[in-house]
């Protein structure tokens, strides 16, 4: 069946401007999550969906970033006046939100973004 | 989420087996362990997952040890799509949180 998408697969943007990532979730998954994985750093929490509830936002980096998800479904992350350490891949998760023990999360294979 | 040790690297020859070591010494008693794996340009996918006894699924096994201290995947056969860095990740089995990884073991694979 599909999986996690994401697009666009790269992006290429110069500092100082807004880029919007894109995630489509596994369809009937209530949990989605954002990272971000920089260059030979690891997978960094950016942000957290769950159903309806407020989104757990503890793991932005600056009030540049923010994300919405939009009906449940597909969800965007906005970076605004993009600076060069922003420079990562984006990648995004969903899960059905069951209990943690048994919640795999499936993840798009990424956004990589470069701030020139 | 409790903290876990693995090591930054292990190589193995294709065909055999590879034991992938991970230290929880602080692991609570209803922490669950779970492995996920990221291929090169991919994104992470779950491996495998267990509490107190020894699983096995269709990728790999898991052996926890007696006191929870410790676990190790195992790949019985490791081919050269199993090359990909190993994360170790400790769980609780409630509420929906964020995977919290750590710099996980890199394996390579030698043809």
């Known amino acids: 069946g599909a999986g996690v998408s994401q697009s666009p697969s790269n992006k290429v943007t110069e500092k100082g401007k807004d880029v919007e990532l894109r995630c489509d979730p596994i369809?009937?998954?209530?949990?989605l999550y954002w990272y971000r994985q920089s260059l030979g750093q690891g997978l960094e929490f950016l942000i957290y969906?769950?159903?309806?509830?407020?989104?757990?936002k503890s793991g932005l980096p600056s009030d540049r970033f923010s994300a919405e998800r939009t009906g449940g479904s597909v969800s965007t992350l906005t970076i605004q006046r993009t600076q060069q350490e922003d420079s990562a891949v984006y990648l995004c998760?969903?899960?059905?939100?069951?209990?943690?023990?048994?919640?795999?999360?499936?993840f798009g294979p990424g956004t990589r973004l470069t701030v020139l | 989420d409790a903290k876990t040790t693995q090591p930054n690297s292990m190589e193995s020859n294709e065909e055999e087996p590879v034991h992938l070591p991970c230290n929880h010494s602080?692991?609570?008693?209803?922490?669950?362990i779970h492995w996920y794996r990221q291929l090169p340009s991919q994104g992470p996918e779950y491996v495998i997952h267990?509490?107190?006894s020894n699983v096995n699924n269709r990728m790999a096994s898991l052996a926890i040890a007696e006191d929870r201290k410790s676990s190790t995947l195992i790949l019985h056969r490791a081919t050269l799509r199993d090359a990909a860095v190993y994360y170790c990740?400790?769980?609780?089995?409630?509420?929906?949180?964020?995977?919290?990884f750590g710099k996980g073991t890199r394996l390579s694979v030698i043809a």
């Open positions: 267990g509490l107190t």
């Open positions: 369809s009937g998954h209530t949990a």
């Open positions: 990740i400790l769980r609780l089995p409630y509420g929906n949180t964020p995977l919290v």
């Open positions: 998760a969903s899960s059905q939100g069951g209990p943690r023990h048994t919640d795999t999360q499936y």
């Open positions: 602080t692991i609570s008693g209803t922490d669950y």
């Open positions: 969906f769950q159903g309806n509830s407020a989104p757990d």
